[in-house]
């Protein structure tokens, strides 16, 4: 039974398996069926395919075709509408010119770069004959409306605009600048410089640019007195003249430094936007002749003549050209500028090697001054006043001073340079001076002479700012001589009359007791009869006639210095007084009894001061 039932399942199976190989037999033979089919419709649409393809391509290539030839004419018509406004030039509008010209320039680069043809190969070459014309007529234009916003500027309104001194270093209120050009023209001439430049006409526009703006601030600088000077016309100008002109060209170099030349830089970089390195260029051309105008002063006043009182006109000069410093590297700021930075250091140089000069030549020139020039009474040469006051003055330029001789400002450092220089002239100064002494055939007014200049020299560098350039020990040493001088001048003048209070030569018992004038007046002894009473007479009138010589003379001597003149009536009257009125109480009494003793006895001790107290009085009553 069962197995009855397996061979039927078998059978089954069997019969199901052969329907499925039919089936996919089936199967197989229409998909064949219908793939030959799909074949032959694919075969039969492909040529319409390639033929609509084919269609659109051209229908494509026609369509550009057509917009080319359109373009063509429309650049054909632009051309030739130019080409009348062309010929009319910018009469006919300025905005209508420039546009015209942007339509030359696009039609130009349309057939240069996009489409290469015979017919646009004679367009080109027609608006290749059209720039030109175009690029002149814009310089043309460029000029007229140049110079026609092109003013000097007002003094009134320069003057308006120059800083004080406060707001010029506060860097939260920068400097107002004065309107060059009227803000109206600005963009028409950039538009007219940017539309040049496009056409290649840099250096065209350079030139009429410089030439314009160039002479437009040449005339304002000549309104405010700076003109192109000359060494030879320097020389020729008045002390009290050129310092006035000094003075003027400070001034205008602070205005043409911090405002002409600032706003025209500002101008250039209004009109050439955008255009740095060529802005730059036309800012320097613009202004590189009126600043070697500006300049010419300077350098004249340094080349000139070396004089001492040049040195003051250097130092002001150096001092406010070194003040601008920063303006000037911040105006000329650039490489194209260089050459214009260049010139206005240069002339900073200049003045610090000229000042320099000038105290080597004054130095060196020192000892040459006439060594028979002396005074008659002993008094302050001039050439001492006028040396001392001189390095005063010079030191209210301290700081300009140490910039020039490169020297350390800090506090407690030695100022080798400058100190040099100054101790150099003071010393040809005592030299000139030890030199003027010796022609005095009058021994002690010479060593008054010395004692005078060389005290005044003390005091005028101890009572100035020169006095800490010299260490603690120069004045010292300076007074000392001065001491000197004053003793040397108590030895040599007043020996014979302290000789005629000697006792040597009156008494035997003293004899050859004392040794020279002072000793023996510090030994007078006691009375000796041995004295003859006409000795003693004539002693007494030698004595009055060496004092009376001595002080009728010196009287006429001056000691302008009034503690200096105290000091040494008093040194002297320390000597005489003590002597005199030992020798009068020694040997008053030998002519006392004699007939009229006044004749000898003609002195006081009390009228001996009063006389030594009128030496070097007739300037002081003058």
């Not at 033929?51 to 054909?76: E, K, Y």
């Not at 720039?131 to 092109?150: D, G, I, M, Q, Y």
Request: aromatic letters at 8%; one cysteine or more; hydrophobic letters at 40%.
């Amino acid at each position: 039974m069962a197995t009855a039932e397996a061979a039927l399942l078998r059978e089954k199976a069997t019969l199901l398996r052969e329907a499925m190989w039919r089936s996919e037999a089936v199967r197989e033979q229409a998909v064949a069926s219908v793939g030959g089919r799909m074949a032959a419709v694919d075969a039969a649409v492909r040529p319409a395919q390639e033929r609509t393809r084919n269609a659109c391509i051209l229908h494509d290539n026609v369509a550009r075709s057509i917009q080319a030839v359109q373009d063509i004419v429309r650049q054909f018509d632009l051309v030739r509408e130019a080409e009348p406004v062309i010929s009319t030039g910018p009469s006919i509008g300025i905005s209508a010119y420039l546009e015209t010209v942007d339509k030359l320039r696009g039609a130009k680069d349309f057939f240069t770069t996009k489409i290469r043809c015979k017919a646009g190969d004679d367009v080109l070459r027609r608006v290749n004959e059209l720039l030109p014309k175009v690029a002149v007529e814009l310089e043309n234009e460029f000029s007229r409306l140049l110079s026609k916003c092109s003013k000097p500027v007002e003094l009134e309104l320069l003057f308006n605009f120059v800083p004080s001194h406060s707001s010029a270093e506060d860097p939260l209120n920068p400097v107002a600048l004065p309107t060059l050009v009227d803000s109206r023209y600005m963009p028409l001439l950039s538009k007219l410089v940017q539309k040049s430049v496009e056409l290649g006409r840099h250096n065209q526009i350079l030139k009429i640019y410089r030439d314009i703006r160039s002479s437009t601030l040449e005339l304002t600088l000549k309104q405010l007195g700076v003109e192109y000077v000359t060494v030879e016309e320097v020389e020729t100008v008045q002390a009290e003249n050129l310092s006035a002109k000094v003075d003027q060209w400070i001034q205008c170099l602070q205005i043409a430094v911090k405002l002409l030349f600032a706003s025209e830089r500002l101008l250039c970089h209004q009109i050439f936007k955008g255009k740095h390195g060529f802005k730059d260029r036309c800012f320097a051309a613009a202004t590189s002749k009126s600043l070697l105008t500006l300049l010419s002063f300077g350098q004249s006043i340094a080349k000139s003549k070396s004089l001492p009182e040049k040195v003051f006109f250097l130092l002001n000069m150096f001092e406010a050209t070194w003040e601008i410093q920063s303006e000037v590297e911040a105006v000329f700021a650039g490489d194209e500028c260089s050459d214009n930075r260049i010139s206005a250091i240069s002339l900073v140089k200049c003045l610090a090697g000229a000042t320099k000069k000038t105290l080597s030549d004054f130095k060196d020139n020192i000892p040459k001054e006439s060594p028979k020039s002396t005074t008659t009474d002993g008094d302050v040469h001039p050439i001492t006043s006028y040396i001392a006051n001189y390095i005063k003055f010079l030191f209210d330029y301290e700081s300009s001073l140490k910039v020039i001789f490169q020297e350390p400002s800090n506090g407690g450092e030695t100022i080798f340079g400058l100190a040099s220089e100054i101790t150099g002239i003071i010393h040809a100064l005592e030299t000139n001076l030890e030199v003027k002494a010796k022609h005095y055939k009058d021994l002690p007014l010479g060593n008054l002479f010395l004692m005078n200049n060389i005290s005044y020299i003390v005091r005028s560098i101890g009572s100035s700012k020169v006095r800490d350039l010299f260490g603690n020990d120069w004045i010292p040493r300076r007074r000392k001589i001065v001491q000197q001088h004053a003793t040397q001048y108590k030895r040599v003048d007043w020996a014979k009359v302290l000789e005629c209070l000697s006792a040597q030569g009156l008494t035997s018992s003293l004899g050859s007791s004392t040794e020279g004038i002072l000793g023996s007046i510090g030994n007078t002894g006691s009375y000796s009869g041995t004295t003859s009473t006409s000795v003693i007479k004539a002693r007494f009138r030698s004595f009055n006639k060496q004092f009376e010589e001595v002080c009728e003379t010196q009287i006429n001597w001056a000691i302008p210095d009034m503690e200096l003149r105290d000091n040494l009536i008093l040194a002297v009257a320390e000597i005489l007084s003590p002597a005199y009125t030992s020798f009068v109480k020694r040997f008053g009494p030998l002519v006392e009894n004699s007939k009229n003793p006044s004749k000898y006895i003609k002195y006081t001790p009390e009228a001996l001061e009063q006389a030594l107290g009128n030496l070097f009085a007739k300037k002081l009553v003058q």
